[in-house]
């Protein structure tokens, strides 16, 4: 029998090589996520000390790369909806421009750097409103070639 507390250390000791972390700056530590920009860009978050507490934040990485790649100059209020939405749904402030979530507690940190980690991959891929022809990195795999007429009628309903 699989116990919960073996999976749990296993997936924190697994998940923490993802992550690569250094000083930078004035006292912040850089975050390098697994997660990536729709140009395969690696996403880069921050943690800041605040009044005693620490952000994480995306230092205005999320709206502007969406802006500058594949959205027209100014948001659209439809867009600004959804940039909404996905830091509501991901429990993420938008803070001047910034992705970000502030923790009290240090045992706060990982869930809240891959709140933010997923919520500017999620910004990023906003684009496909802006410009439903744009290339995601997954159209670029090939679909598997059907061996018989049963796997090709298999192949084609999970399209």
Not at 27 to 37: A, D, Q, S, W
Request: glycine share 6%; hydrophobic share 45%.
């Amino acid at each position: 029998m699989i116990e919960r507390n073996e999976v749990a250390h296993a997936l924190g000791l697994g998940l923490a090589q993802l992550y690569e972390c250094e000083r930078w700056d004035r006292g912040e530590v850089r975050v390098y996520t697994p997660f990536l920009l729709p140009n395969r860009d690696p996403i880069v978050l921050f943690l800041v000390p605040r009044h005693g507490q620490i952000v994480v934040t995306d230092f205005g990485l999320a709206i502007p790369w969406l802006k500058s790649n594949f959205a027209p100059p100014m948001l659209t209020p439809i867009l600004r909806g959804h940039i909404a939405d996905v830091a509501q749904t991901l429990d993420v402030s938008i803070n001047d421009g910034q992705l970000e979530v502030v923790c009290s507690r240090s045992s706060e940190l990982a869930d809240a750097i891959h709140r933010v980690g997923d919520a500017v991959a999620r910004v990023a891929e906003l684009r496909r409103l802006m410009n439903p022809n744009a290339v995601s990195p997954l159209d670029s795999f090939e679909q598997p070639e059907a061996e018989s007429a049963v796997d090709a009628a298999l192949i084609h309903s999970a399209d």
